[in-house]
């Protein structure tokens, strides 16, 4: 009888922690597990947006991230910034984002991100906004990016020592 209780109890535990295994999306594609899509509020009238996740490839073949579509967005390409010689610059990746086998990319800010340009309304904190991630060798997945606070930065959270591919 007793372990019937602990049995209960075990089950009770699970289902609360449910909600933290929601907050934390992610999506899988073949071998690619693309971790926590997400994007910052925007004010009234700002015309574009940045956006982040993680890539880890668990396969033994590289792809490249080629494409990326966002429900509602004009124009949406992948950037690279850094900064040389004490300027910062920003430039589009125009033959994508390698992800080497066995490795994890992180797109997040002043790295490697998604440009969101030419926003028909405002994205809203706790929404969720529908894209497409489009890869060479794995083909595309639905996904959806989770709009944080204005100013947030969840990968800061989330990191776990995982290298960021610097090409």
């Known amino acids: 009888m007793r372990s019937l209780s602990i049995t209960r109890v075990v089950a009770l535990l699970s289902l609360l922690l449910v909600p933290t295994f929601v907050f934390a ?26 956006g982040f996740l993680t890539i880890t490839n668990t396969g033994t073949s590289d792809d490249k991230l080629i494409a990326v579509e966002v429900e ?22 125009k033959d994508g984002l390698p992800i080497p086998a066995g490795e994890k990319v992180e797109l997040k800010p002043g790295s490697f991100h998604i440009m969101m340009m ?50």
Not at 25 to 50: C, D, M, Q, Y
Not at 72 to 93: C, D, F, W, Y
Not at 130 to 139: L, M, N, R, T
Request: glycine share 14%; net charge negative.
């Open 25 to 50: 999306h992610g999506f899988k594609l073949g071998s690619l597990e693309i971790g926590h899509p997400w994007t910052r509020a925007t004010p009234n009238g700002a015309e574009v947006a940045g």
């Open 72 to 93: 509602g967005i004009a124009h949406v390409q992948l950037h690279e910034m850094k900064t040389e010689n004490g300027v910062m610059s920003m430039r589009p990746l």
């Open 118 to 167: 030419g926003l028909s309304q405002p994205f809203v904190e706790g929404t969720m906004v529908k894209g497409k991630i489009i890869f060479e060798k794995a083909g595309s997945a639905d996904i959806e990016f989770k709009v944080e606070a204005v100013g947030a930065n969840p990968a800061e959270k989330h990191q776990h020592g995982a290298a960021t591919t610097t090409d």
